[in-house]
């Protein structure tokens, strides 16, 4: 029973960092390695903004915010000019902007370990199960609510209409009037706040660090070619996939696998069905 | 000698352990165009494979295996072998992938060994380490000279290894690597087995890989897992970005910018607090230059050219 | 020369080729028409190799071939072309035709023991080719920049380059201009005189009529018709999925 929470749980988390990656994929065309970065830049927003005496929780709503409108700016100045040159060039545009964030952070705030200064909080218990820390119940509360909120908005709204068309297909968008900067803007803004949030909830579980971004981008970018390239539904189950795995992993092999139990699902399930989970439920592309 | 000139040599020769890394990723890649993130994966196992053989026996409070305190060339030759060997089975499965589900399987093989390295006491002390591996030759020459000679030992190796991958690029395996970047489809109707060329050139990687490990150990005189994170392998494929990939001079010149460029400003004699403000700050310079040199120089500072025949 | 039985190749739900038989015989030239969508393309995918075929045989020269690669299919002497010709684009067009050169030794090893450089021989075949088909000026360029009509001459020089006894042409007349045309109709029949046989698809009927000995028609994944090009075009099949609808 508690290894279902914590799968859960550890799955929703993956499911929130992996988000907003998928997205940027899927109508920017490219792996962005600075997502990693910018889950660490909301943890450390909301760190420097507690520091500086807001309370925690609106220090961490500002920082998701913050993360937001950071995303976006990095869309406007880096990555809107360089559109046209590839994704290669792309990508390691991303690349350097995760350097120079992890550099400016790490110059700033220095390499030591920190953490939320947050009152530690005991399991429920109920019965003779454990069930989960107040922290964590609500990390699922809002992980549900964010997820319900992006369907919608993806399904039901103009704006999200639109971008799910500048995904499927660029040009066709263009034609039907649709302007896929506001999208790319948008998605920016979306995507950078997600990762803002996933970056939180991993501080309050567990430590704020320097090595975050880079740890979680290598799962993230798991997560995401499990899910079958750009397949926001795909993601989330894939999310919470590997994170059963990882948990009931821990059956079998000792805590200190438990990242490489996920990678060696993914190995498994791309040597299996190389189109990933999506494969699943839509049938092979056309080739050629 | 003088205390620049040393820094400045000793810059240049850990450049020379990426100059091999750098060309090896720049065949597989840039040549061939795979999109592998798991370069380390090669480095680390050729790393380990000199670092458990040159080592002497464990001491009581270690474990690793072997420490045989062998001949370095036996470690070196080890470290191209396992490179290799390593490649060939990571390949087996992996190379039946392309790109971005490569380029997953390739990292997650990556992270995979690195927690591997990190767990596995017996085999390599764990996250201790091994230390203090003797460097070879060493008796033979004062310090100073010393670092000389390892310069020089090193630029041999990197000459020798652009020059083997040039002609490899060049050669008609080159060209039918370039097809595959190109248009697997049309390859194949050229009679070339894809299969074949990609699991041919992901080995030779490994075995390149392996040996700059090797080098890297001799160097540093001790190997620690996270020296083994995907860290590495972002830090080459800038390199190369920066050098101009598809060009193996691109690759050459690319590593060494970048080392430079990382290491320059760890000369400046600072209080240990500021060094660890500035240890952060050249990440941040490297991932500037890396975006300005994109936005500018797409394709780098040295870009691939048309074969002229 | 080239035996196809009772071929099926589904994918999913989509009969793309149900149960295809036709016979290619030495020098000849066939044509292969067919509405979009009517499993041309996915013939010659499986015939070429690209594809696995779900039932069926495939024969090459009295040798089964339906479950070789393409690379191996290719060193019989099959060469086919796609329907979207982008050749290598960034290798040079000399060296796009040099991929193809017959006696090239891709092995590994065989290039990093010895210098296997390119043999004067090839590379004089490849530069008459060029010179024949006046892209000799353009060799040293990447294939990228040439013109459409550039890459369409070059497309047939890469094939030839690669001595076929066979040719498989996907579309080799579409997006192609009627002087572009004529020329391409002329290297066709001068190669086919050399003694190439050719199987054709396309949607232009005129230039397949023109050309062909003897032409297939296909519709929905079947064969619907078979015979000389003027039994062809006033087969009543023929027309009514032409024209009829
Ligand atoms: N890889 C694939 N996966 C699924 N369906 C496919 C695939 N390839 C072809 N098809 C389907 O098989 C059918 C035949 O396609 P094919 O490309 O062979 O037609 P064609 O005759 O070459 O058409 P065109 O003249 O447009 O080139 C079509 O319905 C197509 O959608
Ligand atoms: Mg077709």
């Known amino acids: 029973m508690d290894i279902f929470i914590y799968g859960l749980v550890t799955g929703s988390i993956l499911l929130i960092c992996a988000l907003g990656f998928s997205m940027t994929l899927k109508t920017e065309g490219f792996i962005n390695v600075a997502h990693g970065q910018m889950l660490m830049l909301g943890a450390y927003f909301t760190l420097g903004l507690t520091y500086i005496g807001l309370p925690f929780l609106i220090a961490a709503f500002l920082s998701v915010l913050l993360c937001g409108v950071t995303g976006l700016a990095f869309q406007r100045i880096l990555f809107k000019p360089i559109k046209s040159n590839g994704i290669l060039v792309q990508l390691f545009t991303s690349v350097g902007l995760a350097y120079l964030i992890n550099g400016l952070v790490g110059a700033i705030a220095g390499k030591r370990m920190l953490s939320f200064d947050i009152p530690i909080s005991r399991v429920v218990k109920v019965g003779d199960v454990y069930l989960v820390t107040p922290y964590e119940f609500m990390i699922l509360g809002i992980v549900l609510a964010t997820v319900i909120f992006l369907h919608i908005f993806l399904q039901y709204t103009i704006m999200g209409k639109h971008i799910r068309a500048v995904a499927d297909n660029q040009d066709l968008a263009k034609i039907r009037g649709i302007n896929p900067d506001r999208c790319s803007d948008l998605v920016w803004f979306i995507a950078s706040s997600l990762a803002g949030l996933g970056g939180i909830f991993l501080g309050i579980l567990g430590a704020v660090h320097l090595n975050m971004g880079w740890q979680q981008i290598v799962m993230i970018l798991s997560v995401t070619v499990l899910g079958g390239l750009g397949s926001i539904y795909g993601v989330m189950l894939a999310g919470l996939l590997l994170g059963f795995a990882m948990e009931f992993g821990l059956l079998f092999v000792s805590s200190n696998y438990r990242t490489a139990i996920a990678f060696g699902v993914i190995i498994l399930v791309l040597v299996i069905r190389p189109e990933g989970l999506q494969s699943l439920w839509q049938s092979k592309g056309r080739e050629t | 000698m003088e205390g620049f000139l040393i820094f400045a040599i000793s810059i240049l020769t850990l450049a020379f352990v990426y100059v091999i890394l750098c060309l090896a990723l720049n065949i597989e890649c840039g040549v061939a165009g795979m999109w592998d993130l798991g370069i380390v994966s090669y480095f680390g196992v050729g790393a380990y494979s000199y670092a458990i053989i040159v080592a002497p026996e464990a001491a009581s409070y270690q474990h690793y295996l072997f420490g045989l305190e062998s001949n370095p060339i036996y470690g070196i030759v080890l470290a191209i072998i396992l490179g290799g060997v390593s490649a060939y089975l990571i390949g087996l499965p992996s190379l039946r992938l392309r790109r971005e589900y490569f380029l997953i399987t390739t990292i997650a093989f990556s992270e995979v060994l690195r927690i591997t390295f990190s767990n596995e006491n017996w085999l390599t002390n764990g996250v201790a380490g091994i230390y203090n591996i003797e460097q070879p030759l060493k008796s033979y020459f004062s310090p100073d000279n010393y670092i000389v000679l390892l310069f020089v030992i090193f630029l041999c190796f990197s000459v020798i290894v652009y020059k083997m991958v040039n002609k490899l690029s060049f050669s008609t395996y080159g060209l039918s690597l370039k097809a595959l970047r190109e248009n697997e489809a049309l390859a194949k109707t050229a009679r070339i087995e894809p299969s074949k060329q990609y699991h041919s050139v992901y080995v030779f990687t490994g075995c390149l890989a392996g040996f700059s490990g090797a080098l890297y150990v001799w160097l540093n005189t001790l190997i620690v897992p996270t020296q083994f994170t995907p860290n590495v392998t972002f830090f080459v494929w800038t390199a190369l970005i920066i050098g101009g990939i598809g060009n193996n001079r691109g690759a050459f010149l690319g590593a060494i910018f970048f080392v430079i460029l990382l290491e320059t400003l760890s000369f400046l004699n600072l209080s240990a607090e500021l060094a660890l403000v500035v240890s952060s700050l050249r990440i941040a310079l490297v991932g500037l230059a890396l975006i300005l040199i994109l936005r500018y120089l797409p394709n780098g500072l040295l870009r691939e050219k048309p074969t002229v025949l | ?245």
């Open chain 3, 1 to 245: 020369m080239l035996t196809v039985t009772n071929v099926d190749k589904f994918y999913g739900g989509v009969k793309a080729v149900e149960n295809v038989s036709l016979e290619v015989n030495k020098g000849k030239i066939i044509g292969l028409i067919g509405t979009n969508g009517a499993g041309k393309t996915t013939l010659f995918n499986v015939i070429s190799g690209f594809d696995k075929l779900d039932r069926g045989s495939v024969n090459f020269d009295g040798q089964e071939i339906s479950n070789l690669l393409p690379s191996k299919i290719a060193n019989l002497g099959m060469i086919r072309t796609f329907q979207t010709a982008t050749g290598f684009p960034r290798l040079t067009v000399l060296e796009n035709l040099l991929v193809f050169s017959e006696n090239n030794n891709f092995e590994f090893y065989k290039n990093f023991l010895n210098k296997n450089e390119q043999n004067k021989e090839q590379i004089e075949k490849a530069e008459n080719l060029l010179k024949k088909f006046g892209l000799f000026e353009k060799k040293n360029q990447w294939v990228v920049d040439l013109s459409a009509p550039e890459l369409k001459i070059l497309e047939f020089a890469r094939a030839i380059m690669g001595n076929p006894q066979i040719m498989l042409l996907d579309e080799p007349a579409a997006g192609v201009n009627p002087a572009l045309l004529e020329q391409l109709m002329e290297i066709i029949q001068e190669l086919n005189g050399e003694g190439i046989t050719f199987l054709i698809v396309d949607h232009n009927l005129r230039f397949i009529c023109d050309i062909s000995d003897f032409i297939y028609v296909m519709n929905d994944g079947k064969l619907i018709a078979q015979g000389k090009p003027d039994e062809i075009v006033n087969n009543e099949l023929v027309i009514e999925t032409y024209i009829g609808k």
